[in-house]
């Protein structure tokens, strides 16, 4: 159920996050914060997470990386 709900949370907030133009990639700083609540189970950081790997924003851009990320 976990899973399901991490792959539900990934699929939603990677089709409805807004994709402005010139919008600000996050910071190491801020992927770092985000990889230490994704790993301790935070479902909205694993999306973050995803959608930047996904998108290669902040991070260098790995798909399998920003989809594989809610099978944890």
Aim: hydrophobic share 40%; with cysteine; aromatic share 6%.
């Amino acid at each position: 159920m976990k899973r399901i709900f991490g792959v539900l949370m990934f699929v939603l907030l990677s089709t409805t996050a807004p994709r402005c133009v010139g919008a600000q990639t996050q910071s190491p700083a801020e992927i770092a914060v985000l990889k230490k609540k994704a790993a301790a189970g935070d479902a909205k950081s694993q999306g973050r997470l995803g959608y930047a790997y996904f998108n290669g924003e902040g991070v260098s851009q790995d798909k399998a990386e920003g989809g594989g990320h809610q099978e944890d």
